[in-house]
């Protein structure tokens, strides 16, 4: 299990849609995932781990986008210390 500063949290948006929490402020239930990386954001897709933490659809989770805003090269990630 990696410390939480290495990971970045995912949380669905008053549209409806799951985008990153950068400031881990967005309420309702969220999911967490490395940073910096579509590694673990790929094997969160293949387990199916992102719509079974947050209880949507896999439909409804745009991991293309994801992985972009997540694996962005030259753009870190900096989640929030909590």
């Keep these: 299990m990696r410390p939480r500063s290495e990971l970045v949290r995912l949380a669905i948006d008053s549209r409806g849609q799951v985008t990153l ?5 967005l309420p309702g239930r969220g999911a967490y995932v490395c940073a910096g990386g579509i590694g673990c954001l790929e094997q969160a897709r293949r387990r ?35």
């Design 48 to 82: 199916r781990a992102l719509a079974r933490s947050l209880r949507t659809g896999e439909e409804l989770i745009n991991y293309q986008e994801l992985g972009a805003i997540i694996g962005a090269p030259g753009q870190e990630v900096q989640p929030s210390p909590r």
């Design 21 to 25: 929490d950068v400031h881990n402020q």
